[in-house]
């Protein structure tokens, strides 16, 4: 349900006036993916995200955001980033490069104002910054679109970089604890809560009733499991962008530790009273996790939300990235992206077509009923039937 907006009645003349802009709660992150947990409809989220990615898009759309004011540059002209233009699409107002002074200067909770390009607590501005519209978003795009052949130059020098530094993980693999799932011979599902997942979890239903593959999620892809209805065998990551729910669904957790065996993630486990088992490895936790299902014996990895083009690459930007790359070389022969198995294949046979079907057998049989010989022969045998199967269905209720 839509919060109302918060209005702050103003005394004029002889009657009250309600300001001008937008008016809501603050929520207050630099960390999008963090803030977007306990976002509610009507916020105004204020975050700290330079390139605004698709999927943090998305999730402040899911959130039913009042608007977005962001101290960094949501395009800086690194690449042209989708992000800002899918808030625009969904008509949430966008305030761009205010300055990193807001997340001190507004606080956890407050009410403020948006009014054009200036940002409100009671009524002080608090906040200054470029209002994005079609114009100013159509020239920020054009200037990131030049920039695409310098970022596709420095992603191809940090993946010969991570290349001559981690050769062992194309030669060799990586070595995986022990772990009490077993995907030997079996199809391994990897789930990223990246692009489309929600689609693509969606249009995987017939095959995941069908192969029953080993759950293995990335982070807060466990949570996009839960949401779809399954339960991660698996959850591997840095625990950082994990609800506290999804790790204690009882799935098998793997923490990924930095190459000198630190691992952040491992002090929130041990807080919730669970046990986990940390994984020193470069890369990405995405990387550790094809690598993982690789070394258990995975006859077919199929990946939901992981990064696999050019745009998902650029917008993950870092140069771990590269690590990525290089994974998917290493297991190149069992991967396939669910997004395009679903897209290739999709039933011809309509909803409605098959209705029709049914309710065309239903009258031809009617038809024989009514006018053969042995009608009163068949309509007996269709009538102790219905009364067997009725009697059966209501004797499992009573």
């Known amino acids: 349900m839509k919060l109302p907006s918060v209005r702050i009645p103003r005394v004029g003349r002889g009657k009250a006036a309600e300001p001008p802009g937008i008016v809501g709660v603050a929520r207050v992150d630099p960390r999008t993916k963090v803030l977007v947990k306990r976002l509610k409809p009507g916020d105004i989220a204020v975050i700290d995200h330079a390139d605004l990615d698709r999927v943090s898009a998305d999730e402040l759309i899911d959130c039913r955001v009042a608007a977005v004011v962001n101290a960094a540059k949501s395009i800086t002209g690194r690449y042209p980033n989708l992000g800002p233009r899918l808030l625009l699409e969904a008509g949430i107002p966008l305030l761009d490069d205010v300055g990193s ?16 390009d200036v940002l409100f607590a009671g009524d002080q501005a608090v906040a200054k910054g470029v209002l994005q519209d079609e114009t100013t978003l159509a020239k920020a795009m054009q200037q990131a679109v030049d920039g695409v052949t310098t970022q596709i130059d420095s992603f191809a020098a940090n993946t010969l970089e991570f290349l001559r530094h981690e050769v062992d993980l194309l030669t060799t693999g990586i070595q ?4 009490g799932t077993l995907m030997d011979g079996r199809h391994v599902l990897v789930v990223v809560r990246g692009y489309r997942y929600r689609e693509d979890l969606r249009a995987l239903r017939p095959y995941i009733r069908e192969y029953r593959p080993v759950m293995l999620a990335v982070d807060g892809g466990a949570d996009a499991l839960l949401e779809a209805g399954y339960r991660p065998d698996v959850i591997i ?3 950082d962008s994990v609800t506290d729910d999804a790790l204690c669904s009882g799935a098998e957790l793997v923490v990924h530790a930095y190459s000198d065996g630190h691992a952040p993630g491992m ?11 940390p994984l020193p490895a470069a890369g990405t936790s995405e990387d550790v ?17 992981t990064h696999w083009t050019l745009e998902e690459f650029l917008d993950k930007g870092r140069p771990g990235m590269a690590s990525t790359f290089l994974t998917h070389l290493r297991v190149g022969g069992k991967l396939v992206n669910a997004r395009g198995v679903h897209q290739l294949y999709q039933s011809r046979i309509s909803g409605w077509a098959l209705l029709v079907l049914v309710l065309a057998a239903a009258f031809t049989l009617v038809i024989v009923v009514m006018f053969s010989p042995a009608g009163p022969i068949l309509g007996n045998y269709f009538s102790v039937t219905w009364r067997t199967f009725t009697t059966w269905f209501t004797g499992l209720f009573t």
Not at 101 to 116: F, K, N, P, T
Not at 270 to 277: E, I
Not at 289 to 305: Q, R
């Open 101 to 116: 002074d807001v997340l001190i200067r507004i606080s956890e909770g407050a009410v403020v104002r948006l009014d054009g």
């Open 176 to 179: 995986v604890p022990e772990l």
């Open 289 to 305: 996790a094809l690598l993982v299902a690789d070394a258990c014996g995975a006859s077919l990895i199929a990946v939901v939300g």
């Open 267 to 277: 002090a929130r486990l041990q807080s919730l009273g669970l046990d986990a088992v």
């Open 237 to 239: 990551g840095d625990m």
